[in-house]
């Protein structure tokens, strides 16, 4: 593919904890990537985008980095990386590499001797602050519970922390720090990958250090030099070459995100965010128990895809990650089989459809489920079980903790691939490092290759339609009938060509509205439709 067609592109996210095991210890590894190339290519992405394989404590699964340059032996060697990018690229599939430097593992090299010697070159290459009245500098929140500081006694200093405490803030100000993280990126596409995705990276420039009303993310978020630094990286890394870039947006806008991705101003090349998965949150608070509201999620969909289409900008588009429940559960419908691959395929059909580069996540492609664990025991997520303290000590029950975490969860999606129906799901011959969910006797790979009508087979058709026709990469969207309760519905317009798209998010068949013209070119579809009705969790997408 070349680069001007990079956009037609579909993205296959791993998390290679949980994706194959080869040797025994009931961790994924590099090797059992490569194994299952010739799956990815029969599946039809483009790209893979490898969550983080650098040393690392683990702490965060890796999103905790000790040294950039070296590869987790856990993981493998960095032969067995190079091996998997050649042996990707002879399958025409693309690498992209995770990179995550808006902060390091406090036993990064830099951090340890920042923290052993407050004169240490590397101590501006954090945020370490006094603090006269002995509280923390500001009262900001880290994202996984707690004040975001912490105290060093021997220095009387705090240092920043956004997320885990062993998750140290890097100081983007200090053109040292810059520059050393130029020259991984550098050392990686030298490497031979073909694209990154970067981590939480419109947190990378912090504003000012005063106390906030909420929890502080109005000081970092999207701030005051993140387009320059964004602009700044690519001059001395990507920009140019034939790589894609995606950034992880926390808690962004649409302008902000117009500004990241317009091609003349050479930021990234496009950008994820998260404002359509609040839409089952109570007030904001993600450690709540709530349905989905479908209205809000249509309204989000539709702003991001006008705005950032309007706006010249490029949106990544997706329902599932490491840190999100299965979509199935969430938004669909698990409760048997029927609807379980109903609802998934109409979930699969509906985004597939609209504008910007879609990522595929592990297991997403044969509606793999939230795993239902009934104990806080077979949690292993740092933010699931701070979450599951803290909620705790403020006084809720344990069962009611434990619903929250079954919807809400990021072990929810970290559960190991389910290729086959023999023991562990054929993931690990050993003891898997999580439970995986009983339901894998029937929700597998081998089994879904095997099943003409699986979700499997809708997402091959729906990744060869986007290659096939331009409309879907580059046409404008129209949102219709926003106000219905059950139906999605919306058009695509290309040249002279238009698609319309019906999706029923209700398990009941309702009636499709009786001024919509739904005749023309069938491309998908789910379910019957007839007599002006559409199955439950059904879908069409006809070319007019
Ligand atoms: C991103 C990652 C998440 C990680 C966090 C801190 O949101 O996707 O898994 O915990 O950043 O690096």
């Not at 010697?117 to 101590?123: A, G, L, Y």
């Amino acid at each position: 593919m070349s680069q001007s067609d990079w956009r037609k592109s579909v993205v296959y996210q791993i998390y290679p904890k949980s994706f194959n095991d080869t040797t025994g210890n009931g961790e994924g590894d590099l090797k059992g990537i490569i194994e299952k190339l010739d799956y990815l290519q029969y599946l039809g992405i483009d790209y893979i985008w490898l969550t983080p394989v650098y040393e690392s404590p683990m702490n965060d699964n890796g999103y905790d980095i000790s040294n950039y340059y070296k590869i987790n032996e856990k993981f493998g060697t960095i032969e067995d990386l190079e091996t998997l990018v050649t042996e990707a690229h002879k399958r025409n599939l693309k690498v992209m590499m995770d990179i995550v430097i808006n902060h390091t593992s406090t036993e990064h090299e830099w951090f340890k001797q920042a923290y052993a010697d407050s004169d240490s070159e590397f101590r501006d290459y954090y945020f370490f602050k006094r603090s006269s009245d002995a509280q923390p500098p500001t009262n900001w929140e880290s994202k996984f519970g707690g004040n975001a500081w912490k105290y060093d006694e021997k220095t009387d200093a705090y240092y920043l922390h956004l997320f885990d405490v062993t998750q140290a803030d890097l100081n983007w100000d200090n053109p040292n720090v810059r520059h050393a993280l130029y020259d991984i990126i550098n050392y990686w596409i030298d490497f031979g990958v073909d694209g990154f995705r970067f981590d939480v990276i419109n947190l990378i420039s912090k504003g000012e250090f005063k106390n906030s009303e909420k929890i502080g993310k109005e000081f970092y978020t999207d701030g005051p030099r993140v387009h320059e630094y964004l602009h700044e990286m690519n001059e001395h890394t990507f920009g140019g070459k034939d790589l894609m870039t995606v950034g992880e947006m926390s808690s962004t806008t649409i302008e902000h995100c117009i500004k990241y991705t317009s091609p003349e101003r050479q930021e990234l090349s496009s950008v994820f965010n998260f404002h359509h998965l609040k839409v089952d949150y109570v007030n904001g608070e993600k450690w709540s128990n709530a349905r989905l509201d479908f209205h809000k999620l249509k309204d989000i969909l539709m702003e991001w895809q006008l705005g950032i289409y309007e706006g010249g900008g490029w949106n990544a588009i997706f329902w599932c990650n490491h840190d999100q429940p299965r979509v199935v559960s969430r938004f669909g419908n698990d409760s048997n089989e029927t609807l379980r691959k109903q609802s998934a395929k109409m979930l699969a059909t509906v985004l597939h459809m609209m504008q910007g580069t879609p990522y595929i996540y592990q297991g997403e492609e044969i509606g793999m489920t939230n795993p239902g664990f009934g104990s806080i025991n077979q949690y292993r997520d740092i933010e699931s079980l701070n979450a599951f303290n803290n909620m705790k000590r403020v006084g809720y029950d344990e069962d009611e903790i434990l619903t929250i975490l079954g919807q809400k969860s990021r072990d929810n999606s970290r559960t190991p691939v389910q290729w086959t129906n023999e023991k562990n799901a054929g993931f690990t011959t050993g003891t898997p490092w999580i439970d995986i969910p009983d339901n894998f006797d029937q929700i597998n790979v081998k089994a879904a290759i095997e099943d003409n009508y699986s979700v499997l087979h809708t997402y091959r058709d729906l990744i060869r339609l986007r290659h096939e026709y331009d409309i879907i990469t580059y046409g404008s969207i129209e949102p219709l009938y926003m106000e219905d309760d059950e139906l999605f519905i919306y058009k695509r317009h290309y040249k002279d060509e238009t698609w319309l798209v019906v999706a029923n998010f209700s398990k009941e068949r309702v009636s499709i509205p009786k001024d919509l013209d739904i005749e023309g070119q069938v491309m998908i579809q789910h379910g019957n439709i007839s007599d002006g009705l559409i199955d439950g969790f059904g879908t069409i997408v006809v070319a007019q």
